[in-house]
């Protein structure tokens, strides 16, 4: 009798909240994340390690944090414009970033924003072209 209980103890183990993957949040995604009130900041302290050479970018712009859906989950999203320069000392094209943030800060960093930052409304953001190494 307790060989035919055993499977269905092991199955009730299986379905528990135990069992599922792990999630650094528990939202699910569906839950108003905070506010990420030191965006700035950590954008400029990303960029920093983010950039071979952080001097001499130009035309930066910044959005303000919005909520947007990430990866199927409500995220707040701050769109970064910039034009940095290059290591023979020239400047090609804008480029555009999404910045992605998870219980209020800084996450990652989306390379191709797309409709992520479609619509962003952004203003100048000199910092960024202020930095030096």
């Known amino acids: ?48 390690t983010y950039l071979n050479n952080p001097v001499g970018v130009r035309d930066a712009a910044l959005a303000e944090p919005m909520q947007r859906t990430v990866g199927g989950r409500l995220r707040y999203v701050t769109c970064l414009r910039f034009t940095p320069r290059e290591s023979d000392g020239s ?13 209020g800060r800084l996450d ?14 952004y203003a100048a953001f000199p910092d960024l072209e202020k930095m030096t190494r």
């Open 1 to 48: 009798m307790a060989i035919l209980l055993l499977p269905i103890g092991l199955a009730a183990c299986a379905s528990s909240d135990e069992s599922r993957p792990i999630s650094y949040t528990d939202d699910r995604g569906v839950a108003n994340q905070p506010y990420p009130n030191n965006y700035r900041a950590e954008v400029l302290a990303f960029m920093r």
């Open 91 to 103: 400047y090609h094209d804008l480029r555009e970033r999404a910045v992605v943030y998870v219980d």
């Open 108 to 121: 990652h960093v989306v390379e191709k924003a797309g409709d992520t930052c479609a619509g962003a409304a």
